[in-house]
C-alpha cells in the first residue's frame, strides 16, 4: 500500500475513533435483545440458549453464532456489567474505525479510486451514520447488533471477489482464500448475506460458463465457507435433531411482520402493541409457545401462519412489501406512518436522502469505467435486501451495504471535483504570462 494511502487510512481510523469515542461508562444496556440474552448464556453456562426475555425457552438457533460468541467472550473476559457492557461498546468502535479507514483500499479495488473512498468516509463520520444520534449527543455504534460486524465482512468478501476477477488463474489463489474465509464468518454472523455469495457464483457461471470448474481457486471459494459454517450445522443437528442451516427464525418473523395488525416498521409495532401481542421477547404466551414445541416446531408453525395470512390477505402483504421497500433505501421518521418528514435519525436520514440517489449516478459511472465492478456492486445491492422487503423495517438491516451506498454516492462528487480542477488547471496553462 502506498505511503499516501496507509496515511489517509491511519488519519481516517483516528478521526473515526474520536467521532465515535464512548466517553459515558456508566450507561448499560437498557434491554436485552436476543443477541445480549444469548451471549450471557453462554458466557455463564456454555449454553446457546434462552433468547427471550420474558421465559427460558431452552437451546436456540434464534441468531448466527458469531456476534453472540463474540459478546460473550467479553462478558467472561470484564463481566455483563458496566465495565463489560463498555468493552462492548468500544470493540463496536474499533471495528466500525476501521472499516472507515479501509474505505480508499475499498474504492481502490472496485474501481472507484481512493479519494473517492476518502470523501466516502468524511461524509459517513460527518453524519456519524449507523448510530441513530440525536443532535448534541455521543454517537455510538450499534454494538449488540450483527449489522455492525457484518458490514465489513461484506466489504472484504466483495472486494475479495472483485479481486478475483482480476487475478489470472496461474497468479495467485489469495483472493479466493480471503473470499472464502470472509463468506464463512459472513454467514456465521449474518446468514442474509449469503445470498451474495450466491450472485458471485451466478456472475462466474455467466462470465466463464462451466471453465470456472476447471479452476482449482474455485474449490477453496466453494469448500472454505462450508468448512467454517459446517460445526455450527452438526451442533444444531446433534440439539434439534434436524438441520439447521445457521438461523431458524424465519418462520417468526414473517409471522410477526404480517398479520392482521401488523404495519410496515418495527418501531410502528412496538408503538400500536402489536409487536407485544405476537413475538415471544415481549409476550410471555408466545414465549411459553417456544417452550412447549422448541424453537424449530414453533417457527415452522409460525411459517404456516405467515404463509396463510399472506395467502388470505394478499393486497395488504404487497402493501407492506411497497412501503419495506421505501423505507429500505429512504429510511423515514421512526414513528408513526411512513413519511420522510420528523425527527428520528435525522443526520443519518439527510446523508441518506442525499447519498441513495447520489449511489444511482455513481453506478451509472462506474458502468463506464469498469463493468465487472458495475455488477459485483449491482448484485450485493440487488440481492442482499430481497428478504427484508418480506419483513418488518428496522434501520439496521441495510447498514451491511450502506458502505457502499456512500462509495457510490461519493462518485458523482469525486468525478465533478476532478473535471474542475483539471478545467481550471487547463486554463491556467493556457492563459498568457
Wanted: hydrophobic residues 50%.
Amino acid at each position: 500500500m502506498r505511503i499516501k494511502t496507509s496515511l489517509a487510512c491511519l488519519l481516517l481510523f483516528v478521526t473515526a475513533v474520536a467521532r465515535y469515542w464512548v466517553y459515558d461508562r456508566t450507561e448499560v444496556v437498557r434491554h436485552d435483545p436476543e443477541s445480549v440474552r444469548l451471549a450471557r448464556s453462554l458466557a455463564e453456562t456454555g449454553q446457546f440458549a434462552n433468547p427471550f426475555v420474558p421465559l427460558d425457552t431452552g437451546p436456540s438457533a434464534h441468531t448466527a453464532p458469531a456476534l453472540p460468541a463474540l459478546l460473550a467472550l467479553l462478558m467472561r473476559v470484564f463481566g455483563d456489567g458496566i465495565t463489560g457492557m463498555y468493552a462492548i461498546k468500544f470493540t463496536a468502535v474499533l471495528v466500525l474505525s476501521v472499516q472507515l479507514a479501509l474505505f480508499p483500499v475499498f474504492s481502490r479495488l472496485l474501481g472507484m479510486g481512493e479519494w473517492n473512498g476518502i470523501i466516502g468516509a468524511i461524509l459517513w463520520i460527518a453524519a456519524a451514520v449507523g448510530t441513530g444520534a440525536a443532535r448534541g449527543h455521543q454517537p455510538t455504534p450499534m454494538f449488540v447488533w450483527e449489522s455492525l460486524y457484518a458490514a465489513i465482512l461484506v466489504a472484504v468478501a466483495v472486494c475479495s471477489f472483485r479481486r478475483y476477477l482480476d487475478v489470472p488463474l496461474v497468479d495467485s489463489s489469495r483472493p479466493a482464500w480471503l473470499l472464502g474465509c470472509a463468506t464463512g464468518i459472513l454467514m456465521l454472523t449474518c446468514p442474509t448475506g449469503g445470498v451474495i455469495f450466491v450472485g458471485f457464483i451466478g456472475l462466474l457461471l455467466w462470465k466463464d460458463k462451466m471453465d470456472i470448474f476447471k479452476n482449482s481457486r474455485l474449490v477453496i471459494i466453494m469448500l472454505l465457507p462450508a468448512v467454517i459454517v459446517a460445526p455450527w450445522i452438526i451442533r444444531n443437528f446433534l440439539v434439534f435433531d434436524r438441520f439447521i442451516l445457521v438461523r431458524d427464525n424465519l418462520g417468526l418473523e414473517l409471522a410477526v411482520s404480517n398479520n392482521d395488525c401488523a404495519m410496515f416498521g418495527i418501531q410502528q409495532n412496538i408503538q400500536s402493541e402489536c409487536f407485544a401481542k405476537v413475538h415471544p421477547n415481549a409476550n410471555i404466551d408466545e414465549a411459553r409457545r417456544v417452550l412447549a414445541n422448541g424453537e424449530p416446531t414453533y417457527n415452522d408453525l409460525r411459517l404456516r401462519e405467515a404463509l396463510h395470512w399472506i395467502n388470505t390477505h394478499p393486497a395488504r402483504f404487497f402493501r407492506l412489501c411497497a412501503l419495506r421497500v421505501a423505507a429500505f433505501w429512504m429510511p423515514p421518521r421512526d414513528r408513526g406512518p411512513y413519511s420522510l418528514l420528523g425527527r428520528g435519525r435525522t443526520s443519518e436520514r439527510i446523508a441518506l436522502y442525499l447519498m441513495t440517489p447520489l449511489s444511482l449516478a455513481g453506478l451509472f459511472i462506474l458502468y463506464r469505467r469498469d463493468i465487472l465492478s458495475w455488477l459485483v456492486c449491482l448484485i450485493c445491492l440487488g440481492l442482499f435486501p430481497l428478504i427484508y422487503y418480506t419483513v418488518q423495517y428496522e434501520y439496521r438491516y441495510r447498514y451491511p451495504i450502506l458502505w457502499l451506498t456512500f462509495l457510490l454516492g461519493s462518485l458523482p462528487i469525486t468525478a465533478f471535483a476532478q473535471r474542475t480542477y483539471h478545467f481550471l488547471s487547463s486554463r491556467l496553462r493556457s492563459a498568457p504570462a
